[in-house]
């Protein structure tokens, strides 16, 4: 039996033309037997529609699910994920699970051990598309992601990691948006991943957002356009499919959708000035797929059901009055949000019969599978509905090369992923994004020769992508790297007294304090331990590591940052920021509110200091 995953050292040989040739046999004799082809090997609308023609009922059933599957190989992985494979879907591989359901979508996470590094993942890839092709009537599959950058991210080092939406809203650069999705994509598409479920489109108007936040461009709808249409050319230009989510926008909610039923309460109204246009915009940058919110809408569709689920709000609206006819995928149908009302047999039925393409990730897919098959012998679907997404599915296939070239190679990785160039790119990027909100008595840029001994304290959350972290080390080696004697004293996210205590002692032996926040509210422990490090006189710094509202909660510290996320990329420009080395040029793309009075804005969008 082939191992996929032996290239996890970038050693493995590429698979042979006999192989590749053997396997591709099904589809390129399904396609030679259809009509004309728009290009060599690749087939148009007719040639596709022969090719659905020609499909068994469960074939296109299959073509409509998108499933995770645990593993680094596709059909050799860990016992572990063998056993999780058999106890969540069924199957032993990822190649069993191709065979039993004929999944049109894989999507790879990290948790479920997909992406341990590049040469990997491209095997993976190679080894799942070997697996479908060489079924009788075998079609490519998929392969999919949530590569976001920022706070997520599935691929990790020594891919290229760039900063985060709410990053590039500060930044405020098209080009710069465009970039991430050309360099992004190109590092996917060499994996063999060509779906990212990227951009987010949604416009984070909320503070207390749990879900989206800075994974959101920000609160400016025109602006969060104008970023969401330059990233989708980006990514699109390099092969990829982008999909902009989660329509009809997830912007305005204190509710987590993977553990709750949000309800967004706009008007008609306000959602066409305010969740719309991110939407319209992709749709006008040509935009290959567009991926659904589990979140109630009245003003929309006053039946309670979630968007996902929802004929008025996918057909109504996005199909017929957006004219939209790309793809229409759901948000993960494990979610929370899409099963609170149905059952997860009829969540998938539901969702067809709204206007969805691509069911992605249900929690029981036999379950989800059957249920569709016995909607359509049923009458409750007719074949005819299923024909128009596998047809939409199938042409974005088509679009995205992958009846013509379904394999990568290893030496495409070695070219593209993670290079120097890539890198550097990355790192310019995230110096344009770094957001300086307060400076008082010009404490910054930090001087080496009056402030040589710096403390690094705070937060050191889980980190986000496969990222080196933590980010308190992080950011005490690149101000080490930049001259400065650091230390790193990570105190956490809720920092106890007696963890305060050793801060403040560590912080009387240096002459400077940087301290990372995450998320502080009031009167949690980053508030009292941030408090407790101006009173002892040095001076302090904090970085916001995620959320810009922490500002807010830090009156007293005189110098403040907005980094946006914790990602390695974004806290060592914060470092080169602090340094001196770079000038901070980002500006907020969200309003801040004052702490004691959510009413007023403490700092407007567009607030951001230089020197």
Known sequence: ??????????????????????????????????????????????????????????????????MRVYGHSATAPD??????????????????????????????????????????????????????????????????????????????????????????????????ARAVGRIAGAELRAMGIRQNYSPVADVNVNPANPVIGV??????????SALVAAEVTGYQGSGVAAT???????????????????????????WERLDAPPFRAAIAAGIDSIMTAHLMVPALD?????ATLSRPILTGILR???????????????????????????????????????????????????????????????????????????RLKAKLGLFRAPYVRQDGVERTVGTRGHLAAADRIAE???????????????????YPKVLVVGADPASPSGTTGPPTGVLAGALAELGFTATALPTGTAPSAATIARAVAAARDVDAVVAATYNVTAGSGQQALIEQLVATGRPVVAVAIRNPYDVARLPSVPAVLAAYS??????????????????????????????DDPDQVLYPIGHGLTY
């Not at 080894?127 to 976001?148: F, K, W, Y």
């Open 1 to 66: 039996m082939h191992d996929d995953g032996t290239a996890s050292t970038g050693s493995t040989a590429q698979p042979s033309r006999r192989t590749l040739l053997a396997a591709g046999a099904g589809v390129t004799a399904a396609l030679a037997a259809a009509a004309p082809a728009s290009a060599a090997g690749t087939p148009d609308d007719s040639g596709l529609r022969a090719l659905i023609s020609r499909m068994t009922l469960e074939e296109k059933v299959g073509q409509l699910f998108v």
């Open 79 to 176: 016992q572990a994920d063998i056993d999780a494979n058999l106890k969540e879907i069924g199957v032993r591989t990822a190649a069993e699970l191709v065979a039993k359901y004929r999944v049109g979508g894989i999507i790879y996470f990290a948790w479920a051990h997909n992406t341990r590094e590049p040469h990997q993942i491209a095997d993976l890839s190679n080894g799942i598309q070997r697996a479908s092709l060489g079924l009788p009537r075998g079609l490519p599959v998929l392969v999919s992601t949530d590569q976001e950058h920022g706070i997520v991210a599935r691929v990790g080092e020594p891919a290229t990691l760039f900063p985060g939406a709410m990053a590039l809203g500060a930044g405020g650069s098209r080009r710069d």
């Open 215 to 224: 994974r959101s461009f920000g609160a400016d709808p025109r602006a969060v």
């Open 244 to 270: 902009a989510k989660h329509f009809p926008g997830h912007g305005d909610t204190n509710v987590d959708s993977h553990t709750g039923f949000p309800t967004i309460t706009h008007s008609r109204e306000v």
């Open 302 to 306: 006053p039946s309670g059901d979630p």
């Open 320 to 394: 017929e009055r957006l004219g939209y006819d790309g793809v229409v995928v759901t948000d993960s149908l494990g979610m929370e949000g899409v099963r609170t009302k149905y059952g997860d047999g009829r969540v998938p039925v539901l969702a067809l019969k709204a206007g969805v393409d691509q069911l992605l990730n249900p929690p029981d897919l036999d379950l989800a599978w059957n249920a569709v098959l016995a909607a359509v012998r049923e009458g409750e679907l007719t074949e005819a509905r299923l024909d128009e997404s596998v047809l939409r599915i199938l």
């Open 432 to 450: 344009r994004t770094t957001t300086l909100l307060v400076n008082e008595g010009r404490l910054l840029p930090l001087s080496r020769r009056r």
């Open 566 to 595: 914790w990602t390695d990329v974004e806290v060592r420009a914060a470092a080169r920021v602090i340094a001196g080395r770079a000038r901070p040029v980002g500006r907020l793309p969200v309003p801040v509110q004052r702490a």
